[in-house]
């Protein structure tokens, strides 16, 4: 098995029949233009995450460019940025704040983690470079509005299908040239993605589809309806448990239209925000204290009295999280 895939594409180390399923699978959901971009594949969207840095970065700046993100931000987002002590980049922090002068780096995570709310960018300048991850747009997760049309999105099979361990993202991108930097990343980082995984995810995506386009005149559920009615499912128990007490609070999600499903949705996200109310200042230890173990939403740039909990853990786990939190109200 040789490093090389197809030496004809910009992403010389991508499989065209992982291509092929990417393409298709978001022409199925509606949830990207994949038209007039290129697709560069990575090992997860972490990988693409550090190759969108560094080909975004200027080469010729006199000190780092800033990359920022709206408070609450995913926790990984500044010790990627800074683990390396990069040259080309560095974490500027939260971009409602941000007033620098310059170029500047913006990461749009929509649907975000860890709120589950739909994002747009804050900084909003000429000289800024956009990064959506859009690890969570999907329709289990959040209605489909629009196929999303950006210089540069990342995907992940993480969170798509739930397959993390197969390590792959995709980014879409625009520029060719942005390409071409990132896909040397790659190569100088791992000399490529893994073929197997490649193949494997095809294989998943292509399921995917198919059950959605087979699956609706089949008896079997579709992907899509059987992953969105598991999210209903487990936010109607955890509604039910929270707003009985006074104790916790969820983020507030307003209904929307989803071209997928072709009806007005509630956003189920994959995390649960919750704030402690009242005088708890620390509601990770709280809940630690009640055998319940979350991340604070210090890591997310905010106040302790927020905590996020996966809502994608096993149906044993999330009843037995469900389970202790009721004993804390009753
Ligand atoms: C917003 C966001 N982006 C990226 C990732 C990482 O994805 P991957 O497993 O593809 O590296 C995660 C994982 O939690 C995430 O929440």
Redo the contacts with the bound molecule.
């Keep these: 098995m040789s490093y090389f895939s197809d030496v004809t594409n910009i992403c010389w180390f991508l499989e065209a029949e992982f291509g092929r399923e990417v393409v298709r699978l978001h022409n199925v959901v509606g949830n990207a233009v994949t038209e007039g971009r290129h697709i560069v594949v990575g090992t997860?969207?972490?990988q693409l995450f550090l190759a969108a840095l560094y080909a975004l970065s200027p080469t010729d700046s006199p000190e780092p460019i800033s990359v920022v993100c709206a408070t609450p931000y995913?926790s990984s987002y500044p010790s990627m940025t800074d683990h390396l002590k990069s040259g080309l980049y560095k974490w500027g922090g939260d971009a409602e704040s941000y007033e620098k002068e310059g170029p500047y780096i913006e990461l749009v995570?929509s649907p975000n983690?860890p709120d589950g709310h739909v994002r747009r960018s804050k900084v909003n300048r000429s000289q800024g470079f956009l990064v959506h991850?859009l690890?969570y747009y999907w329709p289990q997760y959040t209605p489909i509005s629009a196929p999303a049309d950006h210089d540069l999105t990342l995907f992940?099979v993480?969170?798509s299908t739930g397959h993390?361990g197969m390590r792959i993202?995709w980014a879409l991108v625009k520029d060719q040239e942005v390409a071409k930097k990132m896909t040397k990343f790659i190569e100088l980082n791992t000399i490529g993605v893994s073929k197997d995984s490649q193949l494997r995810a095809a294989k998943v995506l292509r399921a995917v589809s198919d059950s959605w386009e087979l699956g609706n005149s089949k008896e079997s559920e579709s992907f899509f309806k059987f992953s969105h009615k598991l999210m209903a499912n487990r936010w109607k128990q955890l509604r039910l448990v929270v707003e009985s007490s006074e104790l916790f609070s969820l983020p507030k999600f307003s209904p929307a239209f989803c071209t997928f499903f072709n009806q007005v949705l509630e956003p189920q996200p994959a995390f649960v925000w919750l704030k402690c109310e009242g005088n708890v200042e620390d509601c990770e230890s709280f809940l630690r204290g009640h055998n319940i173990l979350t991340r604070s939403g210090t890591h997310f740039g905010v106040s302790p009295k927020y905590v996020r909990i996966s809502m994608l853990d096993t149906d044993e786990n999330f009843n037995q999280f469900l389970d202790r939190l009721s004993a804390i109200m009753s």
């Design positions: 997860g969207s972490s995913y995570t983690n991850d690890a992940t993480s969170k993390a993202g």
